[in-house]
């Protein structure tokens, strides 16, 4: 029975064997394919995200074209109010010259004032005291003694 037993054993151990081999090569092959299945997916799915990707960078990429081209136009128009517009010195200095013009025609006034204060103080038409009252008056006040 030994004999018998042993065989019996080597036949047993040979089957699974035998099925141990067939589970892994159907093991092998499943994880195989599967593994393909995955990197296919996979692909497919990088493919799509790419694709996304690409269009949004499109897309960005013309907009910014436009606020680009938008740009260039505000610059050259920032350029043009640059070259026209007028500086706080050029301003001091013409209002510095009209101040000196508003002075020496204010003052040509005050002449023709006092003449005409004096020739009618000559006429007799003003008194001393209307006389010293016209030429009293601001901008270029006189005291007459």
Known sequence: ????????????????DQSAQNLETKFTAAIDQSAQNLETKFTEANDEILSTINKFADHVEERFNKVEGRLDKVEGGLQQVKSQMTTKDYLDEKLVDLRGDLVVLVRKEDTKVKVLVETLQEKKILNDADAK?????????????
């Open 133 to 145: 009252k016209i030429t009293g008056i601001e901008p270029f006040a006189q005291m007459i003694l």
């Open 1 to 16: 029975m030994k004999k018998n037993s042993q065989s019996t054993n080597s036949e047993i151990l040979a089957a699974i």
